[in-house]
């Protein structure tokens, strides 16, 4: 069964209570008889994050125009709700599976542009659960080896963050590792690696949906790190990750 962001959009409002008694009486006899439709509610129930409080103040950063233009026709009028939805959709892959997939309209954008639209997105609820070291240990080598990067947590450790996943996303053909932090002060953090087919690149500032990024490469692989920390904390990680990994 295909889930639409409609779908989705409709299941938020019941886990928000926004529905009206008519569609939620409606929903609920669909639930009854609908395996698929049940599961998809379970899955977004047990991502366990506070949808209104958690997305309401995001979706101001958040790329409304490009979900406007992924998810809609031209001049079609694009709710608060649907963009809701379409948030914990993308999310909801991240955060329920070991690898991800990130579609998007223009496949030359940025792949930075890319990580950051998702990574604004996160909230401290997001990363809340920790795996075991010996889970995080096998994502860090699963990761690395899709890679080619030997990982592990001591060469990643940070000071007041805790260290949460590691995985692949795919974008079109291409590998992006992300290796999450929950950072004490400043919330989610994450390092982003790619592969590279241009030249090395020294260590750069930017800033993105109100993050702040350190990014560079080396001959193989790009780096980014991305969080909500003060640049001079950005560059502080980024600086600890590249000694590190030895890039």
Known sequence: ??????????????LDNELSTMERRELEERLNHDEHLA???ALLERSNLPFKTAFAPL???APQSRLQAYL??????????????AAVSF???GVMGDRAFMHFAQPEENWRALVAQYMALYTPETLVDTPSTE?????LHTTGQQLGLALTS???TLPDATLKNARTLAYDDRRIAQITWLDS????????????????MAAQNEQRLGMNIVFWADKTHQFMVIGHGSMAQINQIAQQLQRGIGV
């Open 135 to 139: 889970s995080l240990e096998n994502q």
């Open 72 to 85: 809609t026709p031209a001049k079609a009028v694009v709710s608060r709700r649907h963009l809701i939805a």
């Open 154 to 156: 001591v060469k990643i």
């Open 185 to 200: 002060a400043s919330g989610p953090l994450a390092l982003c690696i790619t592969g590279n087919s241009g030249s090395p």
């Open 59 to 61: 979706l101001e950063a």
């Open 39 to 41: 599961e998809r509610l």
């Open 1 to 14: 069964m295909t889930f639409t962001v409609n779908t989705d959009e409709l299941l938020v409002a019941y």
């Open 91 to 93: 999310l909801a892959l």
